[in-house]
């Protein structure tokens, strides 16, 4: 290989870079050499868990959906309510009763066995309250009704804790009595 040509210029930056490299060795103190000290043993510590991480195996993310999923149908809940609540002011405005309107609604989710049950009770009460006014004597005269017709004592539309159980039994009775009592005379 052939020598390589140097420049007078690049020949003193050379000896300026030397010369440099030189006074900076003299002015640096020598490291002393030093021994990293051991560090002390580390614990086992738990690695702590962010706030919202799968910290006690649930699935945040699974978790999370449920409660976005039930505020979501807390609002369209809500709405319902507000498009019911208008419906029953527009019916109030062409002249309908809500209330009635309403408790014809809860009847209306009820079992027909329910229903019965309700009534029974609700018949009861206002008959131990005094507030059924010739109740009694209607039940008798179903009570006649019935075995007019030929039915059995055990159609008695009441349950046995009603009084008027008891009244529709007896106009039963007195009716099946009187039958039987003209149908001796007409054997005769």
Known sequence: MAPRKTTPEAESASEDTKQAQSTKAATTKPKA????????PKKATPAKTPTGSNSSGIAADHLQSFFDRIERLEGEKKGIAD???DVFAEAKG?????????????????????REEKESMLDL???????????????????????????AVTD???ITEDPRFKKWEQ???MQTAFL???????AV
């Open 125 to 151: 009460y206002m008959h131990a309250l005094g507030m059924l006014e010739g109740d009694l004597d209607e039940a008798q005269q179903l009570g006649i009704d019935a075995a007019s017709a030929g039915k």
């Open 171 to 173: 106009g039963w009775q």
């Open 33 to 40: 050499k030093t021994t990293p000290a051991k560090a002390a």
């Open 180 to 186: 039987a009592a003209q149908d001796r005379e007409g």
């Open 83 to 85: 498009d019911i609540k």
């Open 156 to 158: 008695n539309l009441y």
């Open 94 to 114: 062409n002249g309908f009763d809500v209330p009635t309107m309403r408790a014809i609604l809860k009847i209306k989710k009820q079992k027909p066995s329910e």
